[in-house]
């Protein structure tokens, strides 16, 4: 399973979901939704933009978690 880091990296470098929004040209609802929940499903494009907003390898934003993770994230999401 896949799990999104965007928000992870944007902390650690002090951007804010505004000034990434910016930066990438993506909708602020958007990013705000990546930023709330790391499973959500967004396009490679969109992918890439915000790996180019954050001056990081695109293989920086995604990693692999286990089916379980993944269960006990979206839990905490959902409370």
């Known amino acids: ?32 939704a990546i930023f709330h929940n790391p499973y959500h499903v967004i396009r490679t494009d969109t992918l890439d933009r915000l790996a180019l907003a954050l001056d990081v390898p695109v293989t920086e934003l995604v990693e692999d978690v286990s089916p379980e993770q993944r269960r006990r994230e979206l839990e905490q999401i959902g409370s």
Do not use: F, P, T
Not at 13 to 27: A, D, F
């Open 1 to 32: 399973m896949l799990r999104l880091r965007v928000r992870e990296v944007a902390e650690a470098k002090g951007i804010s979901m505004n000034k990434l929004s910016q930066r990438s040209e993506i909708s602020y609802n958007i990013v705000r």
